[in-house]
């Protein structure tokens, strides 16, 4: 068992929360390494998200360490970090130690004595400048850190969206996030809450014809080759179904009462999107760059498409399935998803982008096809 050491330091408690302490202290640049970790994002053996950072960026990682490398660096960046309930604060002595807003202590932090030990801590913010922070020649170099004490991992999460808004994270990652935390920390965000937490059904259910080749933030690079379907086109996909009054989703959601029909949700994504790769067997399960149905302007079109076609389907309905490739029929001969060319659209099979023009262009014409066979003589 590995032992545990003390790391002291003077400190400031901020009087923010009683729920969530926080202090305000320096570590040695050395020491950052022996108190924080970075939590990478991923997945375990059952699915389940785990850590929330992106990876090491080196050319900025390389970059910050050259400037911590100079003759005369100032460094006011500071860390955040998620500290565990373990640390002790010690007030100071005296009736001068606190001003109302803050208390001046010492801050007891738990360390392993063991060099490849656990670190107690968790990096927020600050995983570049931390890695810069370990590699620098200025092994003594004072960092200044702002640390909240949480064992919580969904408040660890939280505080990493909200913190990192100057330079935007990846879409993706918040994308990824944002199911594993209650309070989101925009509204802009919060919109795609549900779509995301769908998107993971879709992923992990063996009944999805999407189990698995979903591309997310934490797929490993080996995965990636198999994952044929970016995550952000179909969380748009259906937050555009879930948002817009003629969307076949809207309905699903009780706006009065704050509640949602998921499970009808994932019958009605199920039974659509397996009629869809029912219809389009040659074109599904294929890279982006062989198959424009697993492209993001495939995938946005054919959700804008669903809202038209599952309003004949019931979710319900024990031939759901079946029933919805029967629509899909309707416009399957006119479909150019890996060669020819879209003839009322002008365009090459390939020469589809993702781009909101193009997007619309296709969805319209998709759309247009299916209402005309639909009204004609069947």
Known sequence: MTE????????????????????????????????????????????????YQRPEKRKHVK??????????????????????????????????????????????????????????????????????????????????????????????????????????LPIGLVTELLPEIARVPSARMATRQLPSALVDMLNQDR???????????????????????????????????????SGVLFPYRNIATGTTDTQGIRRLLLAYWTAVRETFPSAWNKPATQSRLMHGVGIRAMGRLMDRVMTHVRDDD????????????LIASRCRWTSGTWEDLGLAWDELQNTPRHISALSNH?????????????
Not at 34 to 47: F, K, P, Q, T, Y
Not at 73 to 97: C, D, H, M, Q, Y
Not at 222 to 243: F, G, P, Q
Not at 366 to 377: D, F, K, Q, S, W
């Open 366 to 378: 998709l759309v247009r096809i299916y209402l005309a066979e639909r009204t004609g003589p069947r």
């Open 4 to 51: 545990l050491q003390w790391l002291e330091r003077r400190a400031l408690k901020v009087l923010q929360s009683d729920d969530t302490p926080l202090y305000l202290f320096t570590l040695a640049a050395e020491e950052v390494d022996l108190v924080a970790d970075v939590a990478r994002i991923s997945r375990d053996e059952a699915g389940k998200l785990i850590g």
């Open 63 to 168: 970059q910050i360490q050259d400037y911590l490398d100079s003759a005369h660096p100032l460094f006011p960046n500071g860390l955040i970090l998620a500290l565990p309930p373990e640390v002790k604060f010690k007030s100071s002595r005296g009736p001068s130690t606190s001003d109302g807003l803050a208390i001046s202590g010492t801050l007891e932090i738990p360390i392993a004595s063991d060099a490849d030990g656990p670190r107690p801590a968790w990096i927020v913010d600050g995983q570049q400048r931390s890695l810069a922070l370990a590699r620098t020649k200025n092994r003594r170099m004072p960092v200044p850190v702002a640390g909240f004490v949480t064992p919580s991992l969904e408040l660890q999460r939280e505080q990493f969206l909200r913190v990192n808004t100057v330079q935007p």
């Open 207 to 245: 009944e999805s014809p999407f189990q698995g080749i979903i591309r997310r933030a934490s797929t490993t690079s080996n995965d990636k080759k198999s994952t044929y379907v970016t995550d952000t086109s179909l969380v748009e996909a259906i937050r555009e179904s879930l948002e817009s009054p």
């Open 318 to 329: 024990p031939q759901a399935t079946q029933r919805a490739s029967d629509e899909l029929r």
